[in-house]
């Protein structure tokens, strides 16, 4: 008599096998989120202190450069007929700070628009609406906040500065400065890019934000090439 194999019984997972399965299932996932989560905040991060080098190098590229031909012209320099090559007015914090006005020879003016008698006269300051750097009152930078300009003064006539003036100090005389430094205030576009709110150094003095934005400071001295008044 012929006798058949037994079959083999098949059987499911238990219950605790499958509550196993999706512990480990969603332990696994939780790492991957939080890892996507580091990295989405972590590129987030990275391209906002782009956008602040970007514009901070900017910013210092575009001044430095009027600031180097303030009081250039072909064939004379400024002289009691004609204005100040370099002109600042002091503002408050609030209002985004100084003003600076720079004036030379040149067919075009920082707008690249025709230059009124062959004079640019590139007026900048910044627009606290929207917090960018203008240039004759065209945004050219974005994310500006602040600009702070001291002029350093040439008091014994060595041709280097000896004391920063403020604009609105007492003392100060635009025809004895021979250099002029700026510092700039560069925040990043998006809010919440810091890890809490964020306390750092501007113009000398220790700043705590009211939002979790990161700032920088960029700053710039120049020293003047030719009379400037």
């Known amino acids: 008599m012929r006798k058949h194999p037994a079959l083999h019984r098949q059987y499911g997972f238990t219950m605790v096998e499958v509550m ?83 004036r030379y020879e040149a067919a ?13 006269v590139n007026a900048y300051a910044i627009n606290t609406t929207d917090f960018t750097l203008e240039c004759n009152g065209e945004a050219i930078v974005d994310d500006v906040e602040q600009m702070q300009i001291y002029l350093g003064q040439d008091t014994d006539g060595d041709g280097v500065a000896n004391r920063m003036m403020a604009p609105n100090d007492v003392g100060l005389d635009m025809a004895q400065v021979v250099s002029l430094r700026v510092n700039l205030l560069i925040r990043s576009t998006n809010d919440r890019r810091a890890s809490g ?33």
């Open 20 to 102: 196993i399965a999706l512990t480990i299932s969603a332990f696994l996932l939780l790492i991957i989120m939080v890892m996507f989560s580091s990295t989405s905040s972590s590129r987030a991060l990275q391209t906002s202190l782009a956008g602040i080098n970007e514009s901070g190098r900017f910013s210092v590229s575009m001044l430095g450069r009027d600031l180097r031909m303030a009081g250039y012209i072909d064939n004379n320099w400024f002289d009691g007929a004609g204005a100040d090559s370099i002109s600042v007015v002091h503002g408050a914090a609030a209002d985004g700070g100084d003003t600076l006005t720079v």
């Open 108 to 120: 075009k003016d920082c707008l690249y628009a025709d230059s009124a008698g062959g004079i640019a």
């Open 197 to 229: 709110t964020q306390t750092y150094v501007y113009d000398d003095a220790s700043v705590t934000a009211t939002d979790s934005r990161i700032r920088r400071q960029y700053s710039l001295t120049v020293s003047l090439r030719n009379p400037i008044s």
